[in-house]
């Protein structure tokens, strides 16, 4: 099968500065997330030997689930996103270091180090949380080679969990809460959708036009769609409990949510198209941040509450 050109035009070319302040501003996972894939994965007889993460960016998810296991390895295309992940470490069930690689989503099963072929026993792409989510991560990749490289990397019986976060939402707690969020929604929709590829809706929409295993062509029938399971909360914003978002809200000042907009890849090329306003009191997310501020008005501490629709994909190979 002939390599595609995978779609991520922004993260694979970050630089060590621009990777180095994705890391901090963005959060972990909680860690119901990890709970069901690692007790799916357990309950469909997954071993918990080797843990391989693709599209690792800083290695946030990598380190987390490597406590699970004995062996763990984090790919990403972007040699300083790798870089980073190094920088930060980590380490296994087993003590040993976690290991992090160069390696794009279409080709892991041609470029991992020292795992064989069928010795992967959870494979995982996450995603980032919060507005703007992408990251190199599922709906980036070529997905008829990635399932073909996943079916090769996969033993039977181990897991592949897939993961995204759609947008940001203000909980409705936050004082003025329809103001808010309309002033969010202004960033993506009057400033950003110029810049939003495909792959951006892809995630948007909840994966809910991913290519899977069963309908890429050629298929790929290691992964069957009678053992896939797919799990989502919150679409839309709608508290799918009536109390909080699946992966929790939390209270973030103006400040913060301003550096972490401004991590995201769509901002990224905004800014390089309007190098003059990049940063400026035009600056598209400074806007937005201000538009937050009004709509919170005087007696908000300027901080909002604040969570993601999530959405998780566990398939199991035959």
Not at 27 to 41: E, F, G, V
Request: with cysteine; glycine share 8%.
């Amino acid at each position: 099968m002939t390599n595609s050109k995978p779609s991520d035009p922004t993260f694979r070319f970050y630089t060590s500065d621009q990777a180095k302040r994705y890391a901090e501003a963005r959060p972990s996972y909680p860690p119901q997330l990890y709970d069901i894939i690692l007790r799916h994965h357990a309950s469909t007889g997954g071993r918990f030997d080797v843990l391989v993460d693709v599209g690792c960016g800083p290695g946030k998810a990598t380190r987390d689930l490597a406590a699970s296991f004995a062996h763990a390895i984090g790919l990403d295309a972007g040699e300083e996103m790798i870089a980073t992940a190094r920088r930060l470490g980590g380490v296994t069930a087993s003590g040993e270091p976690v290991r992090f690689q160069v390696s794009e989503a279409e080709r892991i099963a041609d470029t991992v180090e020292r795992i064989e072929q069928g010795g992967v026993d959870l494979l995982t792409v996450a995603t980032a949380r919060h507005v703007d989510v992408e990251s190199i991560q599922a709906h980036w990749f070529s997905m008829p080679e990635f399932w073909d490289q996943a079916a090769r990397l996969v033993r039977p019986g181990g897991t592949v969990a897939l993961w995204t976060c759609s947008s940001l939402y203000c909980h409705p707690s936050t004082p003025n809460a329809a103001a808010v969020q309309q002033a969010l929604g202004h960033l993506e929709k009057d400033f950003l959708e110029p810049y939003m590829l495909p792959p951006n809706r892809l995630t948007r929409d909840m994966y809910d036009h991913l290519p899977l295993p069963w309908n890429v062509d050629p298929p790929v029938p290691a992964f069957p769609e009678s053992e896939f399971v797919r799990h989502e909360w919150n679409r839309d914003g709608v508290l799918t409990d009536g109390e909080d978002f699946f992966c929790g809200s939390r209270e973030v000042s103006l400040e913060v949510l301003e550096r972490v907009l401004g991590t995201g890849s769509m901002v990224t090329r905004w800014r390089d198209a309007h190098p003059e306003l990049a940063h400026t009191d035009e600056d598209c997310v400074v806007k937005t941040i201000r538009r937050v501020r009004e709509a919170l008005g005087p007696e908000s501490g300027d901080k909002i509450r604040a969570g993601v629709a999530t959405v998780i994909l566990l398939f199991k190979r035959r």
